[in-house]
């Protein structure tokens, strides 16, 4: 996780790991809805990459 | 295919995270479901992510919480700063040259007084500027030691300090209660045992005494500090 940008991290954090409405998260980072979801899509890709990078299969 | 259809797929691929995590509203759901039905690049991409939603599930997210995060604004912010600062500054210039103008045509009425005031400003001014700028010898860095006094000793240490010159190290003590009149010797002892003289000095009694005591030996050789009075019986010493 803290290989993802500050951002990808942020969208996993607050929507996921925090359990957070989409919308009420995407108003504080005043961006779009689609926005936020766009970046947790960029988020897992990441996670994803960072996690074949470091070995850990899934 | 169009760049519609394009747009459109890449909104509905974009989805595919919040799918996996299991985010989506019922509506969404479906309508991502039917693309997936049709699309096998988006299913691979699907196959990719969807395991990462057992791993986030393991994660503490206190760990996380407080991720910082620059306000939105910050950019515009910054952009608003730098138009400021930067029109100020362009009245500033205007000023100062408004003000070279006038002081050009005063000049010619009050040269003599004006020169006179000017040197005698300046003058002042040298000298405030040098009294300000000057380097204070006396702000180093200081490192506190504990000075351990022996038991049959009556001295009293306020402060102790080492500083790590360039050149060598120093002993910097404000303290009372050194026989008056006699002669003590402060010492270093280095890493390989030796004693290493760092000065002498004369007690002054009851009176607080302040003392630099300095030596070519570097901080970082220096093992203990030491101060003997004349029949060589330690007054006080700190292991470092």
């Given at each position: 996780m803290r290989r993802l940008a500050p951002h990808h991290r942020e969208a996993l954090v607050q929507?996921?790991?925090?359990?957070?409405?989409y919308d009420e998260v995407a108003a504080e980072l005043s961006i779009p809805v689609g926005t936020l979801r766009s970046r947790v899509f960029y988020a897992m890709r990441a996670l994803r990459s960072a996690m074949d990078e470091m070995g850990v299969s899934l | 295919v169009s760049a519609d259809d394009e747009a459109a797929h890449r909104g509905l691929r974009e989805l595919l995270g919040s799918y996996a995590l299991g985010h989506l509203s019922p509506a969404d759901d479906d309508r991502l479901r039917a693309h997936l039905d049709g699309c096998p690049g988006c299913r691979a991409q699907l196959d990719e992510l969807a395991p990462l939603a057992d791993r986030l599930g393991?994660?503490?997210?206190r760990a996380f919480g407080d991720v910082p995060v620059p306000p939105p604004t910050l950019g515009e912010d910054v952009r608003r700063a730098v138009t400021r600062a930067r029109a100020e500054r362009d009245a500033d210039e205007l000023a100062r040259r408004r003000a070279a103008a006038a002081g050009q045509r005063r000049r010619r009425w009050v040269g003599t007084l004006t020169a006179a005031s000017v040197v005698l400003v300046a003058l002042i001014g040298g000298a405030m500027i040098g009294r300000a700028t000057?380097?204070?010898?006396?702000?180093v860095p200081l490192e506190a030691i504990s000075m351990e006094v022996g038991t049959d000793e009556d001295v009293t240490v306020e402060s102790a300090d080492l500083v790590d010159h360039t050149w060598g190290v120093e002993l910097r003590i404000v303290a009372?209660?050194?026989?008056?009149?006699e002669t003590f010797r402060a010492e270093f002892r280095t890493t390989d045992g030796r004693l290493v003289p760092a000065g002498e000095f004369r007690g002054v009694g009851t009176r607080t005494m302040t003392c630099f005591l300095q030596s070519a030996t570097m901080r970082e050789d220096v093992t203990q500090v030491l101060v003997t009075d004349e029949s060589g019986d330690t007054v006080m010493f700190s292991d470092l």
């Amino acid at each position: 996780m803290r290989r993802l940008a500050p951002h990808h991290r942020e969208a996993l954090v607050q929507t996921h790991l925090l359990g957070r409405p989409y919308d009420e998260v995407a108003a504080e980072l005043s961006i779009p809805v689609g926005t936020l979801r766009s970046r947790v899509f960029y988020a897992m890709r990441a996670l994803r990459s960072a996690m074949d990078e470091m070995g850990v299969s899934l | 295919v169009s760049a519609d259809d394009e747009a459109a797929h890449r909104g509905l691929r974009e989805l595919l995270g919040s799918y996996a995590l299991g985010h989506l509203s019922p509506a969404d759901d479906d309508r991502l479901r039917a693309h997936l039905d049709g699309c096998p690049g988006c299913r691979a991409q699907l196959d990719e992510l969807a395991p990462l939603a057992d791993r986030l599930g393991l994660v503490d997210a206190r760990a996380f919480g407080d991720v910082p995060v620059p306000p939105p604004t910050l950019g515009e912010d910054v952009r608003r700063a730098v138009t400021r600062a930067r029109a100020e500054r362009d009245a500033d210039e205007l000023a100062r040259r408004r003000a070279a103008a006038a002081g050009q045509r005063r000049r010619r009425w009050v040269g003599t007084l004006t020169a006179a005031s000017v040197v005698l400003v300046a003058l002042i001014g040298g000298a405030m500027i040098g009294r300000a700028t000057a380097p204070d010898p006396g702000r180093v860095p200081l490192e506190a030691i504990s000075m351990e006094v022996g038991t049959d000793e009556d001295v009293t240490v306020e402060s102790a300090d080492l500083v790590d010159h360039t050149w060598g190290v120093e002993l910097r003590i404000v303290a009372l209660g050194f026989d008056a009149g006699e002669t003590f010797r402060a010492e270093f002892r280095t890493t390989d045992g030796r004693l290493v003289p760092a000065g002498e000095f004369r007690g002054v009694g009851t009176r607080t005494m302040t003392c630099f005591l300095q030596s070519a030996t570097m901080r970082e050789d220096v093992t203990q500090v030491l101060v003997t009075d004349e029949s060589g019986d330690t007054v006080m010493f700190s292991d470092l």
